[in-house]
């Protein structure tokens, strides 16, 4: 997601720098922007840093590593990750971030890749509401639904929420499917009428489609998805919260990893249940 999300600062007109190794990096300098062979030695020339990486262990790499971007931010800069990463990451890196002179938010986004290309991602952040206020124009440039959470980690916090929400829903839409399929029902139909009602949701729309059409190229795969329930387990654990259907659909995405369906789209928790 980070490809096109650099791509949309630099058509909004932004001077947008990149890690040389980045694989995207061929095509974002084609369109306009500088490479830097290193985290510091780009962040020594920022302005505004940000990140879009896997899970927090990368991104602690990459502000904390020996050519990380801490070693190289100036005072008064701005560092913005966009990842999905434990809210206590997130919350650790703003206090490294503090003691430099930096602000740091953490915004998270929903939307996937779809969303990520025509600059309609949901950004949750958290951090200072001036360094909000700071960042928001970057923010529109990437996506339309953009609020300041709160304090530190709130985004974090935020998007641990959505991802149980989204989680826990594909799951009960994949249930029914396998059940109503079992039983002989037109699953097209029942969609149809299912969507007209109560039980009206973009999961059931969106993803009861692609499940019905063997669709399950990933939009987000399950194995991040599985990562995204984890962080979320580890925070209910944080502030003594039990998740306990977060943790039952954590145990289906792990059983559909281990089913080789990692690479896979999440709606394609269906397939287990047919199994």
């Known amino acids: 997601m980070g490809k096109p999300m650099a791509l949309n600062l630099v058509k909004a007109g932004y001077p947008v720098s990149v890690l040389s190794q980045s694989k995207a990096a061929p095509d974002l300098v084609a369109a306009g922007a500088q490479t830097y062979p290193t985290s510091n030695a780009l962040a020594e020339q920022s302005d505004v840093i940000i990140t879009m990486l896997p899970d927090s262990p990368d991104v ?30 997130a919350r650790g890196i703003y206090q490294s971030m503090q003691a430099k002179g930096v602000e740091a938010l953490d915004a998270p986004v929903s939307g996937g890749q779809v969303g990520a290309e025509s600059a309609s991602l ?3 952040v958290g951090g200072s509401e001036t360094a909000f206020n700071r960042a928001l124009p970057l923010f529109q440039a990437m996506g339309k639904n953009i609020v300041h959470i709160g ?19 594909i799951q009960a839409v994949a249930e029914a499917f396998a059940l109503a399929s079992k039983a002989g029902v037109n699953l097209e139909k029942m969609r149809e ?9 973009r999961i059931l729309d969106l993803h009861g489609k692609r499940m019905i059409d063997r669709n ?9 998805h599985k990562k ?48």
């Open 228 to 275: 995204d329930m984890g962080i979320a387990l580890q925070t209910g654990e944080e502030f003594s919260v039990p998740l306990k259907g977060t943790a039952l659909v954590a145990e289906q995405m792990e059983a559909a990893v281990n089913q080789g369906n990692g690479e896979l789209d999440h709606s394609s928790l269906l397939l287990l249940l047919e199994e």
């Open 193 to 201: 009428v299912l969507l007209g009602g109560f039980a009206q949701s």
């Open 122 to 124: 949901s950004i949750m």
């Open 151 to 169: 304090e530190p980690g709130a985004g974090q916090t935020t998007k641990a929420c959505n991802q149980m929400i989204v989680g826990i829903t």
């Open 60 to 89: 602690d790499q990459v502000v904390n590593g020996p050519e990380g971007v801490l070693a190289g931010i100036q005072s008064g800069a701005l560092f913005i990750d966009m990842s999905t990463i434990a809210p206590a990451t």
């Open 216 to 224: 399950f190229k990933p939009g987000f795969k399950v194995k991040l």
